[in-house]
């Protein structure tokens, strides 16, 4: 079966410092990867997707197939990216379900 | 457009009771998914509908069940209660085809006691 393992539950930072959340995953096959971000009293939202290779607010997020891992990084982490990060898988075969990892919570202190 | 509605937000019930929660999808999207947030068991996927026919299930008791309308909204239903039920319900929508992104509500939130 799938799983998603996202091993560190909290992260504190300083201003300015670079970030890195890992996420690593177990599934034999293809799968969509994600990175949704949970703020303080809002909803999930989708923050990066591996096949977009875009970065969104300052983040990216490269798939490595080889180590099965999708880690997020920002090189200069700013106040307002503390919030809950979860990663995600999907593939084909199960439609729109998500798999999620346990969540990391980005703290960034001033 | 209008996001991803959940109603209630907020809902208290007792143990044995039962419980529907609503969800109205993003305009033209047909797939609506329910997931169910703990702070000890995370994120966890309950059951996905396309086109008012469920199409995946997650490893929840049959107490758990949903429909879907014909105009995409969608309900989830929870029977005789536990405490352990005591969540976070989140709604998300889809439309249909591969690489779509998937958006979520605001969830409801259910406390049992």
């Known amino acids: 079966a799938q799983r998603v393992t996202q091993p560190e539950k909290l992260l504190s930072v300083f201003k300015g410092a670079p970030v890195e959340l890992k996420c690593n995953y177990s599934?034999?096959?293809?799968?969509?990867l994600f990175w949704y971000v949970q703020y303080s009293r809002q909803r999930l939202q989708l923050l990066l997707r591996?096949?977009s290779r875009e970065s969104i607010k300052g983040f990216t997020a490269d798939l490595n197939k080889g180590e099965t891992s999708f880690h997020l990084k920002k090189p200069f982490a700013q106040e307002e990216d503390s919030a809950m990060y979860y990663c995600a898988l999907r593939f084909k075969a199960a439609g729109n379900k998500l798999t999620f990892g346990g969540g990391t919570r980005v703290l960034v202190k001033p | 457009k209008a996001g991803v509605t959940q109603t209630p937000r907020y809902l208290i019930k007792t143990r044995g009771q039962q419980v529907t929660l609503s969800c109205s999808p993003i305009s033209g999207h047909r797939s609506v998914s329910w997931y169910q947030q703990t702070p000890g068991q995370g994120l966890q996927f309950l059951f996905e509908y396309f086109s008012e026919t469920q199409r995946n299930k997650g490893n929840f008791p049959g107490r758990f069940s949903g429909r879907q309308f014909s105009n995409s909204r969608s309900e989830m239903n929870v029977s005789t209660l536990e405490l352990g039920d005591s969540a976070l319900y989140l709604c998300?929508?889809?439309?249909?085809?591969?690489?779509?992104?998937?958006?979520f509500g605001e969830g409801s939130w259910l406390t049992v006691v």
């Open positions: 591996h096949i």
């Open positions: 998300a929508s889809s439309e249909s085809g591969a690489g779509n992104t998937i958006y």
């Open positions: 599934y034999s096959g293809s799968p969509e």
